[in-house]
């Protein structure tokens, strides 16, 4: 038996619980938890946002060190430190072979099904979350989730490249491959909005004007590489990016708030050519409204970016190692470490934009 945060309902606070998993099948891996990020999708699960069942255990951003393997396995032996990935990518769908595995179809399988069962408490089922579920002490994943890193690596800092990091960093650099000296704007300094900024600034952007409605996250944009600040609440942030770019607009604007207003900003303030690239993910059933004749008269793009359009193979092992080599900030993105039990009051600080992120350290 093991502790882990368990939601029962939609709405209510995370219940600390003892449970134990299933044991592993052929192809699956028991990891002992070491972090785990808090990511506002699992906020958005609680309020009902995201179509995942309960009960569940949430966390969709760990890392931790393999414990057990099954017969089958063989990317990973125990002892090995992993990132966990919410696509367990399995190599042979038609995205995959296309060299898109963030598109994988098991990921939507699983968010189909949604009914993976690992963890038992009192002989109930309790599901694995997004092919994760690390806000527990152990859990119990495909082979296909680990991503093996160099074990010199801090975990607690490691975690969170296994979904804030990658999702904005990897917008930039893999879905709208940003270009040294393009402009960039990005709605939202959250903990994504954060890693677009730095991964803009890995591309050698040459503006980056961070738009936020806080001043404290806009502080922290300048400390991950933005060039300007715009606080929409004082100012059209659309103007102010207009004005910011001698009047032509930006190359690119990230939109990673996941609201109608903010992408219609996003979508206003690309110049001719440009894209809005879509990393916010609105809540299921919202729509939004855009002037069309702009889509081909000024040959403007919506883009969408799941997970950093990435190879998680590839790329989650490229971030550490740049974090490595001190050109990646992990350290700073992490406003708070707490214990499990902290979780919910951790989900208030969110909501309250008081932390870039919280990170669950396990003993
Ligand atoms: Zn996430
Ligand atoms: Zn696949």
């Known amino acids: 038996m093991f502790k882990a945060a368990v939601m029962y309902n939609y709405n209510e606070p995370l219940k600390i619980e003892s449970v134990d998993l299933k044991?592993?099948?052929e192809d699956e891996v028991v990891v002992k938890v070491v972090a785990s990020g808090i990511c506002h999708s699992d906020l958005s699960v609680i309020k009902g946002?995201?179509?995942?069942?309960?009960?569940?255990?949430?966390?969709?951003?760990?890392?931790?060190?393999?414990?057990?393997?099954?017969?089958?396995?063989?990317?990973?032996?125990?002892?090995?430190?992993?990132?966990?990935?919410?696509?367990?990518?399995?190599g042979r769908c038609h995205f995959c072979v296309?060299?898109?595995?963030?598109?994988?179809?098991?990921?939507?399988?699983?968010?189909?099904?949604?009914?993976?069962?690992?963890?038992?408490?009192?002989?109930?089922?309790?599901?694995r979350f997004n092919s994760v579920s690390s806000f527990s002490e152990r859990t119990l994943v495909r082979e296909d989730a680990c991503i093996k890193i160099q074990d010199d690596a801090p975990l607690d800092r490691a975690c969170l490249v296994g979904?804030?990091?990658?999702?904005?960093?990897?917008?930039?650099?893999?879905?709208?491959?940003?270009r040294p000296g393009q402009t960039v704007a990005v709605f939202g300094c959250g903990g994504v909005g954060l890693n677009v900024i730095q991964g803009a600034a890995l591309c050698a952007a040459g503006k980056i004007i961070a738009v936020d409605l806080v001043d404290q996250k806009l502080q922290w944009a300048k400390e991950f590489g933005a060039t300007d600040v715009v606080?929409?609440?004082?100012v059209d942030a659309v103007d102010a990016i207009r004005s910011l770019t001698n009047g032509l607009g930006v190359d690119y604007a990230f939109e990673v708030?996941?609201?109608?207003?903010?992408?219609?900003?996003?979508?206003?303030?690309?110049?001719?050519?440009?894209?809005?690239?879509?990393?916010?993910?609105?809540?299921?059933?919202?729509?939004?409204?855009?002037?069309?004749a702009m889509i081909p008269l000024e040959e403007k793009s919506l883009l969408g970016s799941l997970y950093g359009s990435a190879n998680m193979r590839r790329d989650i092992p490229n971030l550490i190692g740049l974090y490595m080599q001190k050109r990646?900030?992990?350290?700073?993105?992490?406003?708070?470490?707490?214990?499990?039990?902290?979780?919910?009051?951790?989900?208030?600080?969110?909501?309250?934009?008081?932390?870039?992120?919280?990170?669950?350290?396990?003993?």
């Open 328 to 363: 990646l900030k992990l350290d700073e993105l992490i406003s708070r470490r707490i214990k499990l039990d902290e979780v919910n009051a951790a989900f208030e600080a969110m909501e309250k934009g008081e932390v870039a992120r919280s990170v669950i350290m396990f003993d």
């Open 49 to 90: 946002n995201l179509p995942m069942l309960p009960p569940t255990i949430l966390g969709h951003e760990g890392a931790g060190i393999v414990e057990e393997v099954g017969k089958a396995v063989t990317n990973v032996t125990p002892g090995d430190h992993v990132v966990l990935s919410w696509v367990p990518d399995c």
């Open 98 to 127: 296309a060299g898109k595995p963030h598109l994988c179809e098991r990921l939507y399988l699983v968010m189909m099904e949604g009914r993976e069962g690992v963890f038992l408490k009192d002989g109930m089922e309790i599901l």
């Open 163 to 178: 979904c804030g990091v990658m999702t904005g960093v990897g917008a930039a650099i893999n879905t709208a491959k940003v």
């Open 257 to 292: 708030i996941g609201a109608p207003a903010p992408i219609t900003q996003a979508f206003m303030s690309i110049k001719r050519g440009g894209a809005a690239v879509l990393v916010g993910v609105p809540p299921f059933g919202q729509e939004i409204s855009l002037p069309a």
């Open 231 to 234: 606080n929409g609440k004082d």
């Open 23 to 25: 044991p592993p099948r």
